[in-house]
C-alpha cells in the first residue's frame, strides 16, 4: 500500500473530485473544459466551486454511469459516507466516523437527509426511495448548524429530483438488465401547459434477486413523482409535488462470522466454517451451525430460524415550493407532509426473529427570506417540524422476548439567519446562528420474556447445561421454551400455558411476574417497564467563516460551525432519556480552476470536536440491572485532509482522482455493563459495584484511544474516461473507476470480526452513444474483483457474530434515450 500512497500523495501535490462528478463535469458545457456543477446547498443557487463549503455532489447522469441506484451506494462517489442497513427498514449514516446506529425510530440520525429541500426525520424516508430522474444528490460534510440546523452534526444529504422545465416537451428513459435477474428501468416525462407552466412525472421500477443464497438482500421497489411548476413571471413561482414509493421482498440479510463462547479466561471465537458471505442466515447450512451454539441465559441450544424475513413498506409525500420578489428580498416557504407506513421481519443481529410494524408521520414548514443591502447579503428564517411514530414491535433472542410498543412525539422549531458582508470585490465575512428547540415525549412500555435456566441469579442453575447429562440439563430437548414471535404478553403466556410449559393458572399482570417452568429446569422472568417521558432541548448554534478569491477561479475559506443532535427517550428500564450530542467543526479549504478549465484542485483540511455522542450498547441502569440503552458515551477528535483534482488533458480525455487522510480517536470512551454482555476488546476495570442480584460485577471498559468507527485513514478514488469518435454522429466512452478503502472499524465492542479489512473495489462502464446525447447503448461491470466486503458487522446478544455485505460482482447492460 505504500507506494500507492506516495504515488497518490505526488497526484495530489499536482492536484485533486469523486469520479462520478469527474465523468458528468467532463460531458458538460463544449466539451473542451470542466463544466459546471450547479448546487443548492446553502440555499441559493451558485457554482460547486463558488460554495465555500466541504461538498461533494453527483449528477443525475452520473448517479446512472455510476450505478447508484439507491443511498446505500453513495460511497461510491462520496468516500467520506457510510450508509448502511442491518434489518428492517432503519438505515445508519456515518460521515467521517460522525454518526450513530439507528435501531428504533426514536433516535434521531446525525447526518440529516432531506428530499427536494424537506428535511426527514427518519432517513429512511429519503433513503429507502430510488434513485431516479434526479439533478443531483449534495453531501456536506460536516456540521450544518445554520441553514439546516437539527441533528446535522456529522453533515446533511440532499437528494434532488430534476424539475419541470417551462417551453419543453419531451422525455428519456434508462433501463439496465443484468446478472441476478436485475432489472432497472425509469423514465420521465416533462410537459409545457402553456407559457407559464410545466408538469414533469417520472417513474421508475428495480428489482433484482437475492445476492445471498436463502434469498436476501434482494430488491423490489417501485416508484412515481410528480411535480407542477407555475411560473407567471421572473419574480413569482410555486412548485407543487407529490412522490410514492413501495418497497417490498425479502430485505437486508447477512451471513455468520462465528461465535463467541463465554469461558473462565474470557470469550472464545469459534469461526463459522464454511459459511461465505453470500451465505445468508435462513439456509440449512446456516442453521447447522446455529444449532450448535448455546444461547443465554437460557443456555439451551439455538433453534433454527422460524421465519422468512420480509419488508413491506410505504413512503409518499406531498410538498411545494412559493418563492416570491418582495421588496425586503426573495421570500421561499416550503410546506411539506411526508408519511411511510409498513412493517417488516428481519434477522439481524442474528434475532429469530425480529418484527417491527411502524407508521411515521411528519409535517414540516420552512420560510426563508433572502436579499442584499450594501454590502451585505442575509438569510434569515424559520423552521418547524412535527413528527408522530408509532410502533410494535419483537426482537425475539429465543431465551429473552423483548416486546415493545411506544408512541414517539417530536415538536421542533428554529430561528436562524446568516450574513455575508462584502468587504471589497474579493474579500467576505460569514457569520450565522441558529436557535433550536425541540420538545419530545415517548408514551410506551417494553416488557421482556427471560428464560433462565436454574433461576434467577444468584440462584444456582443445574449443574450440567449438556445434552444427555442430569434430567434437569437446559441444553436438552423439551427442557426449554423458545419464544414465537409474539407482539404482545397476553398471546406469549396464552402460548406457555397451551403448551405446558407454566401452569395454566398463570395470569398476565401489569407488573413484573416470575414463571416456575414445568419442566424443571428453570424459570421466566416477565419485566413490566412502562414509560412515560417527555422534555425539550434547546441550543444555539453558531457560524464564523472567511472567504478570499485568489482570483476569477481560485477560492481560500476558512470556517468554524457548531452542531448539536437534541436528546431524546427511549424504552430502556431504569434509563429513560438521554442527552444532546455537541459538534465543533474547524476547515479551511480552496477550490481552484487552472489551465483555461482544464485542471480542477480542491482541497480541504478539517478539525472536527465531537463530545456526549450518542451511542447505542448493553449498561447498567442506575438500579444495577443489564439493560440495552442509548448512552452520551464518547468525546471524539477527527482531524484530516480531503483533496480532489480532475484533469481534462484533451476533449475526450478526463483523469479523475479522490483522497481522503482521516485521523479519527477517540480521547474518552468508557463502556459500563457486566456479564453476560461484557465481550467487549478493550481493558477492562471493576468499578466495585454489582449488579441487583448481588453478585455479578459490574465492569469499565476503556476504548479510549481507539479510532472512530467507519473511519478509514485513507480512501483513495481513481477515475479515467476516454471519448473515441466513430463517426461524426457516434462516439464510444470507455470509464474505469477504482477505489481503496483502508481497514476501518465497525463496532463499538471492538472485536476482531468488526474490523473491516481494506479493499479495493473496481467499475467498468463502455457505450456506445449519439454525440449530441440523445442515446446511448452500453455494458458495465460493478465490483470487479467480485469480493463481497464487510458493510456492517454485527455483535450479537445472543452471542454470535454476523455482518452485512456489498454487493458481489454485478454486470449488464444499458439503453438510455432522451427525446
Not at 470542466?34 to 448517479?63: F, N, P, R
Not at 467521517?96 to 427536494?116: E, H, K, L, Q
Not at 413571471?233 to 462465528?258: P, R
Not at 454525440?771 to 452500453?778: A, D, L, M, R, Y
Request: with cysteine; proline share 5%; charged share 15%.
Amino acid at each position: 500500500m505504500r507506494p500507492i500512497l506516495l504515488a497518490t500523495t505526488g497526484l495530489v501535490m499536482v492536484g485533486l473530485t469523486s469520479p462520478a462528478l469527474a465523468q458528468e463535469a467532463a460531458s458538460q458545457g463544449d466539451n473542451s473544459g470542466i463544466g459546471e456543477i450547479i448546487v443548492t446547498a446553502q440555499k441559493k443557487e451558485e457554482s460547486l466551486q463558488k460554495a465555500a463549503i466541504a461538498i461533494d455532489a453527483v449528477t443525475g447522469e452520473g448517479l446512472v454511469k455510476s450505478g447508484i441506484l439507491k443511498a446505500d451506494d453513495l460511497n461510491k462517489a462520496v468516500p467520506a459516507i457510510a450508509i448502511s442497513n442491518g434489518g428492517g427498514s432503519n438505515t445508519s449514516i456515518f460521515l467521517r466516523g460522525v454518526g450513530n446506529f439507528t435501531n428504533s425510530s426514536y433516535n434521531d440520525p446525525a447526518v440529516t437527509p432531506s428530499y427536494d429541500g424537506v428535511v426527514m426525520g427518519r432517513a429512511a424516508g429519503a433513503f429507502s426511495a430510488a434513485f431516479y430522474d434526479l439533478s443531483r444528490v449534495e453531501v456536506l460534510k460536516g456540521p450544518q448548524g445554520i441553514l439546516y440546523g437539527r441533528n446535522a452534526t456529522g453533515g446533511a444529504v440532499n437528494i434532488i429530483p430534476a424539475r419541470p422545465e417551462l417551453g419543453k416537451n419531451g422525455g428519456g428513459f434508462n433501463v439496465s438488465f443484468g446478472n441476478y435477474d436485475a432489472v432497472n428501468a425509469d423514465a420521465h416525462v416533462n410537459l409545457a401547459v402553456g407559457e407559464t407552466s410545466a408538469l414533469r412525472v417520472s417513474a421508475t421500477r428495480q428489482v433484482h434477486d437475492g445476492y445471498n443464497r436463502d434469498g436476501t438482500d434482494d430488491l423490489d421497489r417501485a416508484g412515481i413523482r410528480a411535480q407542477y411548476l407555475y411560473k407567471p413571471s421572473s419574480a413569482f413561482s410555486i412548485k407543487l409535488g407529490a412522490d410514492y414509493t413501495k418497497v417490498e421482498g425479502m430485505g437486508a440479510g447477512g451471513s455468520y462470522v462465528g461465535a463467541y463462547r463465554p469461558g473462565p479466561s474470557g470469550f472464545t471465537f469459534i469461526p463459522a466454517t464454511g459459511l461465505d458471505s453470500s451465505e445468508g442466515l435462513g439456509t440449512a447450512t446456516a442453521n447447522a451451525f446455529r444449532t450448535t451454539n448455546l444461547g443465554a441465559p437460557g443456555f439451551g441450544f439455538l433453534a433454527p430460524m422460524n421465519t422468512t424475513p420480509y419488508i413491506r413498506y410505504t413512503y409518499w409525500g406531498v410538498n411545494a415550493e412559493l418563492n416570491a420578489e418582495t421588496g425586503i428580498g426573495k421570500l421561499t416557504v416550503i410546506p411539506a407532509y411526508r408519511e411511510s407506513d409498513g412493517s417488516s421481519s428481519f434477522s439481524g443481529p442474528a434475532f429469530n426473529t425480529a418484527y417491527a410494524k411502524e407508521n411515521d408521520k411528519q409535517f414540516s414548514l420552512e420560510t426563508r427570506l433572502s436579499g442584499k443591502t450594501g454590502m451585505v447579503d442575509y438569510v434569515v428564517g424559520g423552521f418547524y417540524f412535527n413528527e408522530k411514530v408509532k410502533n410494535v414491535g419483537e426482537y425475539n433472542q429465543e431465551f429473552v422476548l423483548p416486546i415493545q410498543s411506544y408512541d414517539h412525539k417530536t415538536e421542533s422549531w428554529a430561528a436562524f439567519g446568516q450574513l455575508t458582508a462584502h468587504l471589497g470585490d474579493k474579500f467576505r465575512l460569514i457569520g450565522g446562528a441558529r436557535y433550536t428547540h425541540d420538545n419530545k415525549s415517548i408514551d410506551g412500555i417494553i416488557n421482556n420474556f427471560i428464560t433462565f435456566c436454574g433461576g434467577i441469579p444468584p440462584v444456582t442453575p443445574p449443574a450440567s447445561f449438556g445434552v444427555g447429562t442430569l434430567p434437569g440439563g437446559c441444553a436438552n430437548p423439551g427442557a426449554l421454551p423458545r419464544y414465537p414471535n409474539f407482539t404482545t404478553t397476553t398471546d406469549t403466556v396464552a402460548w406457555l400455558i397451551a403448551n405446558g410449559w407454566i401452569a395454566s393458572g398463570s395470569t398476565d399482570a401489569a407488573h413484573p411476574q416470575v414463571y416456575p417452568l414445568l419442566s424443571g429446569a428453570g424459570v421466566i422472568l416477565k419485566t413490566y417497564n412502562p414509560v412515560v417521558a417527555s422534555g425539550t432541548y434547546s441550543r444555539v448554534t453558531w457560524k464564523a467563516s472567511a472567504e478570499y478569491d485568489v482570483g476569477p477561479q481560485n477560492l481560500l475559506y476558512a470556517t468554524v460551525e457548531t452542531g448539536y443532535r437534541a436528546g431524546g427517550f427511549q424504552l430502556a428500564e431504569g434509563r429513560p432519556s438521554y442527552k444532546p450530542e455537541y459538534i465543533t467543526a474547524y476547515s479551511v479549504g480552496s477550490k481552484n480552476r487552472f489551465l483555461n478549465n482544464k485542471v480542477q484542485l480542491n482541497l480541504e483540511a478539517f478539525l472536527w470536536k465531537y463530545r456526549d455522542q450518542q451511542i447505542t450498547y448493553f449498561t447498567v441502569d442506575s438500579s444495577g440491572t443489564l439493560i440495552n440503552s442509548n448512552e452520551n458515551a464518547g468525546r471524539l477528535t477527527i482531524k484530516g485532509v480531503d483533496a480532489d483534482l480532475i484533469v481534462k488533458p484533451t476533449r475526450t480525455t478526463t483523469l479523475n482522482a479522490k483522497v481522503q487522510y482521516l485521523d479519527s480517536q477517540y480521547d474518552n470512551l468508557h463502556l459500563t455493563t457486566a456479564p453476560p454482555r461484557n465481550n467487549i476488546a478493550c481493558p477492562m476495570t471493576l468499578t466495585g459495584q454489582l449488579l441487583s442480584d448481588g453478585v455479578t460485577p459490574i465492569m469499565d471498559f476503556n476504548c479510549s484511544g481507539k479510532p472512530g468507527l467507519f473511519s478509514p485513514k485513507w480512501t483513495v478514488n481513481l477515475g479515467a474516461e476516454q471519448v473515441v469518435p466513430v463517426s461524426g454522429a457516434m462516439e464510444l466512452v470507455g470509464s474505469v473507476n477504482t477505489s481503496w478503502r483502508d481497514a476501518q472499524w465497525g463496532g463499538f465492542e471492538y472485536l476482531a470480526f468488526e474490523h473491516i479489512p481494506a479493499y479495493w473495489t473496481t467499475d467498468l462502464n463502455l457505450a456506445l452513444r449519439s454525440s449530441n446525447g440523445g442515446w446511448s447503448i452500453g455494458a458495465f461491470v460493478y465490483n470487479l474483483e467480485d469480493k463481497r466486503r464487510i458493510a456492517r458487522p454485527q455483535s450479537s446478544p445472543i452471542g454470535l457474530a454476523m455482518a452485512n455485505y456489498t454487493a458481489p460482482r454485478t454486470y449488464g447492460l444499458r439503453l438510455s434515450a432522451e427525446f
